[in-house]
């Protein structure tokens, strides 16, 4: 088991609202990874957090937007979301600095309507 | 980081080996291989990685060639658990990990 939890499980929301999902680190990991998976397709890196920081992001546009607290759980943001957005959206986990292993969550299913 | 070019599925009878082909010609010398698997409906799990040397742990074995070129995935005896889309990347050691469309392995009994 990865521990690493999400929720919601799944999310329905209409273009334009906003949206935050959540993830529970496995105990001791103080890394935190976001990716997007469009259906069909392979997870897309959004970002990650280190220490409460953001230490590395891909090519999202700034309304996707995250945090990490002192217990290194951490959260998604999605600002004036669009249909393109309609994914899942997976959660990782790891040891100091995101070396090595990455665990993932079972992710969050957000459609926009 | 480098992109990676795999079949985009194959099929496999339980209990054979499953050989698993990955081809990454512009890795760089700080870039490891790494596999990932994705079962339906959950998240990705980490199986395997590997610089150069050949690496086996409880789930595979990683096979990577002398110019580090290419490398292979061995599940060295399939179950039908074992389906699932297999994803190689390769990742610089503090790197994001960057998936392509991976492979589609089907065992079938």
């Known amino acids: 088991e990865t521990g690493v939890t999400q929720s919601p499980t799944h999310l329905i929301k209409t273009r334009g609202q906003q949206v935050t999902l959540r993830c529970s680190s496995q105990?001791?990991?103080?890394?935190v990874s976001w990716y997007q998976q469009a259906l069909g397709q392979g997870p897309q890196f959004i970002f990650q957090y280190y220490r409460e920081e953001e230490n590395g992001r891909g090519n999202f546009p700034p309304r996707f937007s995250g945090l990490q607290f002192p217990n290194y759980s951490s959260e998604l943001n999605v600002n004036a979301l669009e249909l393109d957005d309609s994914a899942l959206y997976l959660c990782?986990?790891?040891?100091?600095?995101?070396?090595?292993?990455?665990?993932f969550g079972s992710g969050t299913q957000l459609s926009v309507l | 980081d480098a992109k990676t070019t795999q079949p985009p599925s194959m099929d496999c009878a339980e209990g054979r080996a499953a050989n698993l082909p990955c081809n990454h010609s512009t890795i760089s010398g700080n870039e490891y291989v790494y596999w990932y698997r994705q079962i339906h409906s959950q998240g990705p799990q980490y199986i395997i990685h590997g610089l150069k040397n050949n690496e086996t742990n409880e789930m595979a074995s990683l096979i990577i060639t002398e110019d580090r070129k290419s490398s292979t995935l061995i599940l060295p005896h399939a179950t039908l658990r074992d389906t699932a889309v297999y994803y190689c990347i390769v990742r610089a050691r503090w790197g994001k990990l960057q998936f392509g469309a991976g492979t589609q392995v089907v065992v079938t009994p």
């Open positions: 990782a986990s790891s040891p100091e600095g995101g070396n090595e292993k990455l665990f």
């Open positions: 105990s001791g990991h103080n890394t």
